[in-house]
């Protein structure tokens, strides 16, 4: 990785503070596409220095070599990227370095002093775009492709099955794993297989999916970032996760000096505008009903009212799921 | 719903075009006595030059001569380092793949990754001519109708193809019938390098339309077990081909069963390697090994 | 114009040393390319990727660390080319090796850790040797060219592991595929206070000298160098070649495996589906840079673990990609094989045919 | 010596119309040429005469363009040809049919021929074929059109070989040892075709050989080569087999004195071989039996081809054997593993010198190769008694060397004695002894061959294969000629002669 972002170097000289992020995966993948960006977007505001280095991956000691040079070598004051896959390594590192804000995306627990925890809570906005996949499937099989099942994954997909069947309980959700991150020709074969096989709405929860169902004609739904710009065409909307609540936290706890370790969660949620649902688009082939907008709307309001509570399913959701 | 069989075979032909393409250049090149290892790499510089020159000058056309150049030129310097220098084959090629992944997986961040972004086209679309099966890129109707019968005149009924097969067999027998040993090479190692860019240039401007690290995914050592799955003829390499896209789309349909759920179906897309490995020790001797295979040639 | 290669009469010795020198520099010349490209300045860069990681203890023992896995795959590598058997496999080799490791690791509670450090690097070695097993076997009863059998193992051992991840192995906690951490029974030693060295370095050092006085010095070795030299003459000469080919294989192989379990036991402590970092085929280059030269491969080892920590501080001090590590190795992996070929010959340039009639 | 153009006067061909000038080429420290010229003209047969080594093969590498040489350069009339690959020298009209045929093994014959002129695109095999039997019939070089070459006797794959070069279209060819390959009623028939070339087509031909006696019958004119030098060029009748012998060797005659053969060995057989067979594929051996006793000398005769590689082969272990049994002191080997063999005593001399050791390894190591065990200490070999061992072989077996030199810088007759000091060390029961003196000079070869009558003096078995007649003749106490793979007969010195020999190895029986 490289960066651009401001030329400063020290660490904290006139409240600038630094941050460096170390990504496993590469910054165009989306999970560490959104941290990136929120990130490089207080860098270019002048708020922050940044510099990261990505597509570390999971050789051994690669990790905690690089988090390690850059506590060695940048002395940044924040530390941020995604140590899934590589757990263990990032919070011996974290111990060493007890001055540093640790601030890893993590399916574990904050750890004392240093160590805080995100993740994307998106489920909410999953269990919105459901919502429209189950009022606008007409063959009432919904086609999901993610990555690989771990909790993180599942509890999004779930939260899609769930809200599909919540408005259309004939749903039935045909679910495979590309057992990768990131393989967006894997994804958008299994995507076409899905396709073959009835699915005639497609959830994207990774790269690839979107093109698959541009090319069918069919109905999309992205994940991660707003992915509309992939297909017009084809992309209703996508559950958008945004970092920047996160970092503006950490970045003033950090600088009031009274940073802690703690779990991060809410401010991935669509409480505080971490997790949101995209514009939703009506340009997509064949429109979409007034009516059917409007439910969506409704259901993510009562989100952030707090009137409606998305469960939260961790289980595998495997092979076809219907209810 | 659509007939399962059907969209399997049609996904079979779409996952076998670029294996195919790869595995009629790795042929192309083998049967002139050089072992190309860097399949791998060739098909990803030109997965990466050809979507990086589309996304440049806004035409596919353009993306898919510029994949075919970046395949020459690779293909022109693996010539150099082991037909004209004589280094060890095997070394060579995979010095090749390494440097063709680090080079455009660096250009790829210097070019379009800086910001997070990503590469991306409008891939060419499939020409449906009717039902799933004859819904197609154009690439895979030609690598079917066009590419293979051509491979085969020209490997078996050329003179080219005879000049590529005596220099495979027995180089000093070829030189003195007057052929160039060193100028067959040279052309059997580029003619491969073209089939083998025109598969990387497949997956990117057809099939997915953007680039991604790891983009070829192996796809190019799978090509090379085919070459010998193949024992270095066209039938056999294509059936191979045809196996393996039929296993691989086969497991995507079955991972869709709550019943297979736990299957490791990476089992299945080893397949491929370890039938070779079995093809092998079935044939024992009979390994039909081009004569010269491996052995640069050096006239004194 | 045309150019021809003829073989030289002799070979001045400064010829080689001069021309892997050019080598270096125009490696060196290409990757600045590429620096000044994505906006780097070539000549800190430099620096930065191959000095400064010396001028720290942080950088070095960093270093150190980055080189071990190589040096088991470049000493693999290395014994195997020496004997004339092309062994591609190290990446498979060493995959399966931590799949032995990371089994023994999974199972090895209480036990003392000598016990448990020595039955995870045995299992490392096992079944690092198992799997150069079948190549070694066709090579030797049926003829069967090892290059591209040894190749094709390793995607498959590939597999295996994420297959092992994605199934049984799967992390009981987070649920990635990465699998739990082994036993502490079964770690490696620190051997180097307060840094990330550990004994598998040691281990590779030893393996290395073990080679190098095998090899030069042991009545096997000399066999083996005969057997790699001219396979032909040794038969004549009576000596067991195929023997000699399958056990060197094996050897190979288990040094391989044994790397593989010394990444497990002594810094990763779980298996990851990207647990090798292409360590086996970057062993290919080291013992090739190294001309199968033990100590050579020790040296380039390091110097490669010195490019791999020093890239990362480039690419975030001057803002450049870090992929430019990698490429730096395939250039000189390229120019350097194709100097050490070129320094045997003198070139002849030829005017074009038509001039040459009168 | 005749100068080269003095001659030119009453000779069957034409003017000179190549002129090769003063050619000069080196390998590394090798000269193989210096200076040499030659002419060759239209019609006529050039005889090229030399001893091995002498650079004949060189020279007409250099003529065909599949050897650059280091200066001179080849004229035709007046014009300064560049020959640089075998293409330039067809289109100049030369063919050459090399000393190890140049043919792609599992390809047919139209194939092979069709290579010769093979464009890029169309290529029309039903042409080429019709091509095949029209030359054929005018050149009277019968060859089956469509047979894959593998399966052709080694006659006819060098029938395909001329055909080859003469339907290129050249007006010159060269024949490097076409003889050497060939049965005596297969030379007969070469000899036949050489002369309707010259006379009916008018093609000049060079032909290489070391048999007088073919050379006497067809030649024009004649050319001795010594040490990469022309020692002399003339007509073929003004000039007697004796006086080219000595051009060829220099005035120093061989001087071996004759093996002195013991009277009838009384020791009962140490080697015996019964109905020994190998499979086709390993080369193909039937039914070999015979016996060698202490002492004794057999020599396996044949032409070249007919399983002698294979027997030595067996006799060394590489190639197993499937049926028949080989029996050493009374006991029979179980199976014949180069080890089985060394154990039971059996020492071997490869026929390919260059094949034997290891050229990148030292002296000193190629010389306990096939006894490193003895050398081996507990943590090293004991590199001090190497040495002192490779020092008194040096000195005993007159070896122009340093042990620490690799062996691959030795001369040839040097690489030989290393290899027979390395036999004879181990002081072997049996020696099985492939093409001792091919590639050797006088000296040299006259020391090999008293090295060998000495080993048998001192009670060791020889089995001594050679393509040198003479050699066995001089040597052996029985011959046993090979064809086709077996053993067709066994003569003793006393019976046998070139003649009897002879019609053995063409399969004529008796
Ligand atoms: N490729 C080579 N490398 C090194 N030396 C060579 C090579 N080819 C030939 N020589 C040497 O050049 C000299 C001439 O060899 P050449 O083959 O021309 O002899 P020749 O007269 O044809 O012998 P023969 O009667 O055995 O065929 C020999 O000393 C030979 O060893
Ligand atoms: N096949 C070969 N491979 C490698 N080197 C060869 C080969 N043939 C010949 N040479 C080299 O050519 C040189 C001469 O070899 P050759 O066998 O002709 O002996 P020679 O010089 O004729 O011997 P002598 O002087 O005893 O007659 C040697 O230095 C040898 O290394
Ligand atoms: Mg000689
Ligand atoms: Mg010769």
């Known amino acids: ?323 | 719903m659509i007939d399962v069989t059907e969209e399997i075979i049609s996904s079979s032909l779409r996952i076998a075009t670029p294996l195919a393409l790869a595995a009629l250049g790795e042929l192309v090149t083998e049967k002139s006595g050089v072992l190309n290892l860097g399949v791998e790499g060739i098909m990803y510089g030109s997965a990466f030059v050809g979507i990086a020159t589309a996304a440049q000058t806004g035409s596919l056309t353009a993306g898919l001569i510029a994949a075919l150049v970046s395949g020459a030129l690779a293909g022109l310097i693996f010539a150099f380092t082991t037909v004209t220098l004589g280094v060890n084959q095997h070394v060579a090629g995979l010095g090749m793949t390494l440097l063709m992944i680090s080079l455009c997986n660096t250009a790829n961040r210097i070019m379009f990754t800086a910001d997070g972004g990503q590469v991306r086209v409008d891939p060419w679309q499939p020409l449906n001519f009717g039902g799933p099966i004859f819904s197609q890129y154009l690439l895979t109707y030609a690598t079917f109708l066009v590419a293979v019968p051509f491979v085969w005149w020209l490997l078996w009924k050329s003179g080219l193809g005879l000049k590529i097969r005596a220099v495979g067999e027995n180089p000093e027998a070829a030189d003195v019938a007057g052929i160039g040993v060193a100028k067959t090479r040279y052309t059997a190692i580029i003619i491969g390098s073209l089939f083998m860019a025109l598969a990387g240039a497949f997956i990117t401007l057809a099939f997915v339309g953007t680039f991604t690290v790891n983009i070829i995914n192996g796809r190019g050592w799978v090509a090379l077990a085919l070459v010998i799955f193949g024992r270095w003829t066209i039938g056999r390499l294509l059936i191979g081909a045809a196996l393996f896209s039929l296993v691989n789309a086969g497991q995507l349909q079955l991972r869709l069963l709550p019943s297979f759920a736990d299957v490791p179906f990476e089992i299945l897309l080893a397949l491929p390697f370890l039938a070779v490995i079995v093809g092998l020790a079935i044939s024992g001797r009979n390994v039909p090994y081009p004569g010269a295979y491996l052995k640069p040639y050096k006239r004194l | ?358 | 010596m005749n100068s080269v153009e003095g001659v030119a006067i009453a000779s069957r061909g034409g003017a000179p119309s190549i002129f090769l000038r003063n050619i000069t080429k080196a390998f590394g420290e090798t000269i193989a040429l210096s200076d040499v010229s030659l002419d060759l003209r239209a019609g006529e047969v050039h005889a090229l005469l030399g001893e091995n080594g002498a650079g004949k093969t060189t020279l007409m590498k250099i003529l065909y363009g599949l050897s650059q040489p280091d200066s001179g350069q080849i004229e035709a009339d007046g014009v300064v040809l560049k020959i640089e690959s075998p293409r330039d020298a067809r289109a100049a009209g030369i063919g050459m049919v090399t000393q190890h045929f140049s043919l792609v093994k599992n390809m047919t014959v139209i194939e092979n021929i069709a290579l010769a002129s093979a464009k890029t695109f169309a290529i029309d095999l039903a042409k080429v074929r019709a091509e095949i039997v029209a030359a054929s019939a005018r050149f009277g070089l019968d060859v089956p059109p469509d047979a894959v070459i593998a399966s052709l006797p080694i006659a006819l794959q060098q029938r395909v070989e001329i055909l080859k070069a003469l339907m290129s279209g050249c007006s010159y060819l060269i024949l490097d040892e076409p003889t050497a390959v060939l049965g005596p009623n297969d030379i007969d028939s070469l000899l036949e075709v050489i002369r309707r070339l010259r006379s009916d087509a008018g093609i000049g031909i060079v032909l290489i050989s070391h048999k007088m006696a073919e050379i006497e019958k067809v030649a024009d004119r004649v050319s001795v080569l010594r040490r990469g030098q022309v020692v002399s060029s003339s007509l073929a009748n003004g000039i007697t087999s004796k006086e080219l012998v000595t051009l060829m060797v220099g005035e120093q005659q061989s001087g071996a004195e004759q093996r002195q053969r013991s009277a009838s060995p009384s020791q009962s057989p140490i080697l015996v071989l019964e109905s020994v067979g190998v499979s086709r594929e390993a080369g193909g051996l039937s039914d070999i039996s015979f016996t060698v006793r202490p002492g004794e000398i057999l020599g396996i005769a044949g032409v070249s081809g007919n399983g002698q590689t294979e027997l030595v082969n067996v006799l060394s272990g590489t190639t197993q054997i499937d049926s028949g049994t080989i029996t050493v002191e009374g006991h029979q080997l179980g199976s014949n593993t180069p080890q089985s063999l060394m154990r039971a005593g059996v020492g071997i001399l490869g026929e390919d010198r260059h094949a034997s050791a290891v050229h990148a390894l030292q002296v000193v190591e190629n010389l306990i190769l096939d006894c490193v065990e003895k050398f081996a200490g507990k943590f090293q070999l004991r590199r001090k008694e190497m040495l002192n061992h490779c020092e008194s072989a040096i000195t005993q077996f007159e070896i122009k060397a340093n042990p620490k030199q690799a062996f691959g810088t030795l001369s040839g007759g040097n690489m030989q004695k290393v290899l027979l000091a390395r036999l004879f060390s181990r002081k072997p029961k049996v020696a099985i002894i492939s093409q001792p003196t091919r590639g050797l000079d006088v000296m040299a070869t006259n020391y090999v061959r008293s090295l060998i009558a000495q080993a048998s003096k001192q009670g060791t078995a020889v089995v001594l294969v050679s393509e040198d007649l003479d050699e066995i003749l001089e040597l052996a106490d029985r011959v046993a000629v090979m064809y086709r793979g077996s053993v067709v007969g066994i003569v003793d010195h006393t019976a046998a002669s070139r003649e009897s020999i002879g019609e053995l190895m063409a399969g004529i029986a008796k």
């Open chain 1, 1 to 323: 990785g490289g960066n651009s972002g401001s030329s400063d170097e020290s660490s904290e000289s006139d409240g600038v503070l630094s941050v460096v992020a170390a990504y496993s995966s590469v910054i165009e993948e989306p999970w560490d596409g959104v941290i990136h960006e929120a990130l490089q977007e207080m860098a270019d505001a002048g708020e922050i220095t940044y510099k990261y280095i990505d597509g570390i991956g999971y050789a051994s000691g690669a990790f905690e070599r690089a988090v390690r040079q850059i506590a060695e070598e940048d002395k940044p004051a924040i530390i941020m990227g995604d140590s899934f896959g590589n757990e263990e390594a990032a919070r011996k590192v974290a111990l060493d370095y007890p001055d540093i804000a640790f601030v890893m995306g993590s399916g574990g627990g904050p750890a004392e002093p240093n160590f805080s925890v995100f993740d994307n809570w998106i489920h909410e906005p999953a269990y919105v775009s459901g919502i429209l996949a189950g009022s606008l499937t007409k063959t009432n099989i919904i086609g999901i492709v993610g990555g690989i099942p771990v909790p993180e994954v599942n509890r999004i997909v779930n939260a899609f099955i769930a809200g599909a069947q919540s408005v259309n309980p004939k749903v039935e959700a045909k679910v495979a794993f590309i057992n990768s991150w990131f393989d967006p020709a894997a994804a958008k074969e299994a995507a076409l297989s899905q396709i073959s096989a009835g699915a005639d709405i497609m959830f994207a929860e990774r790269a690839g999916v979107i093109e698959a169902a541009a090319e069918k004609g069919l109905l999309s739904f992205g994940n991660q970032m707003d992915q509309k710009s992939i297909a017009p065409q084809s992309v209703v909307t996508s559950n958008v996760w945004n970092m920047r609540p996160t970092v503006k936290y950490i970045l003033n706890q950090v600088k009031a000096g009274s940073y802690t370790s703690q779990d991060l969660k809410d401010f991935s949620m669509v409480a505080k505008g971490g997790a949101l649902l995209a514009e939703i688009n009506t340009g997509v082939t064949g429109g979409i009903p007034a009516e059917v907008v409007a439910k969506a709307e409704e259901a993510m309001a009562a989100i952030k009212a707090g009137t409606l509570r998305v469960d939260i399913n961790e289980a595998v959701p495997a092979g076809s799921v219907t209810k």
């Open chain 3, 1 to 358: 114009m045309k150019a021809r290669f003829v073989l030289r009469a002799s070979t001045p010795w400064w010829r080689g040393p001069l021309l892997i020198a050019a080598a270096a520099l125009l490696t060196i010349l290409i990757s600045a390319i590429m620096i000044r490209w994505a906006g780097g300045a070539p000549i800190p860069a430099v620096r930065y990727m191959f000095i400064s990681p010396l001028q720290s203890r942080f950088g070095f023992t960093e270093s150190l660390l980055s080189a071990t896995p190589l040096v088991f795959t470049g000493a693999a590598v290395a014994i195997a080319f020496r004997a004339g058997y092309w062994n591609i496999g190290a990446e498979g080799q060493l995959l399966a090796g931590t799949i032995g490791a990371t089994w023994v690791g999974l199972h090895a509670e209480s036990l003392p850790r000598i016990v448990g450090v020595t039955l995870i690097l045995l299992a490392g070695m096992l079944f690092g040797a198992l799997w150069a097993l079948t190549p070694a076997l066709l090579r030797t009863r049926l003829g069967i060219d090892e290059v591209v059998t040894t190749l094709l193992l390793n995607p498959v051992a590939l597999l295996i592991i994420t297959g092992l991840l994605n199934g049984p192995w799967r992390n009981s906690e987070s649920g990635f595929p990465d699998s739990d951490v082994i036993a502490d029974s079964t770690k490696l030693w620190i051997i180097w206070p307060n840094t990330r060295v550990h004994f598998g370095l040691a281990l590779g050092i030893v393996i290395i000298g073990l080679c190098w006085w095998f090899v030069g010095k042991m009545s096997g070795g000399l066999k083996l160098r005969a057997v790699g030299l001219a396979p032909n003459a040794a038969r004549i000469a009576g000596l067991p070649v195929e023997r000699t080919l399958l056990t060197t294989a094996l050897v190979s192989g288990g040094i391989a495996g044994l790397g593989g379990a010394s990444e497990i036991a002594g810094v990763a402590h779980q298996l990851t589906t990207g647990i090798s970092n292409n360590f086996g085929y970057t062993g290919v280059i080291v013992a090739t840079l190294a001309a199968l030269s033990f100590i050579g491969a020790l040296l380039v080892a390091l110097m490669f673990g010195v490019i791999t920590v020093g890239s990362f501080s480039a690419s975030r001090a001057l803002e450049i990609p870090s992929q430019i590590g990698q490429l730096v190795q395939a250039v000189l992996l390229i120019t350097v094989v194709s100097a050490l070929v070129i320094q045997k010959y003198r070139i002849v340039w030829t005017t074009k045919k038509s001039e040459g009639r009168k």
